[in-house]
């Protein structure tokens, strides 16, 4: 009798733990297994990793969304400043004739020695 026939007319066969462990997990290896916690733990890291580009897409959306209205609106002001009545160039002549002269007058320079001049308490 040889070896092979003994060993299928036992009675008892004894598996080994690692045969037991292989048919508890799917019939999947140690590799496979240790494969595929890999795969899902690169999967979660690249969907935590989009999440986090999504957040800042929708952040960019709205500064350039905000750019574009600024730009919009300074557009239409210069627009209207340029098409009315009053020119730039009479307000400064107004301003250097008439508030210059008369802010010059009202400060003298005696306030501003009497304020250095002053003992600090």
Partial sequence: ????????NSKFIYPLPLLEDYVKNDFKTIEQ???EEQLNDANKK??????????SLRTSKWSFLIA?????LSTIFDIIS???NTKRSDIDNTVI???????IS???VNDTLKMITKPMT
């Fill in 106 to 108: 009202t400060n003298r």
């Fill in 1 to 8: 009798m040889n070896y092979l026939e003994r060993y299928a």
């Fill in 46 to 55: 690249h969907n935590e990793q989009m999440n986090e580009a999504r957040k």
């Fill in 97 to 103: 004739e008439r508030d210059i002269p008369s802010a």
């Fill in 33 to 35: 297994r240790n494969f």
């Fill in 82 to 84: 340029c098409c009315s």
């Fill in 68 to 72: 574009m209205i600024t730009l919009f």
